[in-house]
């Protein structure tokens, strides 16, 4: 069964730190693209960190550039979001999602940060950052 498990989050005051993690299972890690994901409370679910072209580009949301930095570790299946310098507004539940991007559009390719593009999701990690 495939299967991504979200932890790391947490509540922090602003200008702290979190890591989150998403531990794969069920799928063969490196036919996948795992990327992080997040929604607000009334907001849609927006990208957040996504690896976007076959060359492994990282692109980050403008508002955490500086601040977020994602990771990825295939001999443990992990891919690790770090967050510093978190701000109120990072509040939200977080996502990793997984797609095998690479089979449906071939060994060269390019793709958004866009949820629609991900098939399979984890449960999500909450994360809440008071002022």
Request: aromatic share 14%; charged share 20%.
């Amino acid at each position: 069964e495939m299967q991504l498990v979200e932890s790391g989050g947490g509540l922090v005051q602003a200008g702290g730190s979190l890591r989150l993690s998403c531990v794969a299972s069920g799928f063969t890690f490196d036919d996948y693209v795992v990327s992080w994901f997040r929604q607000a409370p009334g907001e849609d679910r927006e990208g957040v960190s996504c690896i976007t072209n076959s060359d492994g580009r990282i692109y980050y949301e403008d508002s955490v550039k500086g601040r977020f930095t994602f990771s990825s570790d295939s001999v443990k299946r992990t891919v690790y979001l770090q967050m510093n310098s978190l701000k109120p507004e990072d509040t939200a539940v977080y996502f990793c999602a997984a797609d095998p991007i690479p089979k449906k559009y071939g060994p060269t390719w390019y793709l958004g940060c866009r949820p629609g593009a991900y098939e399979y999701w984890g449960q999500g990690t909450q994360v809440t950052v008071s002022s």
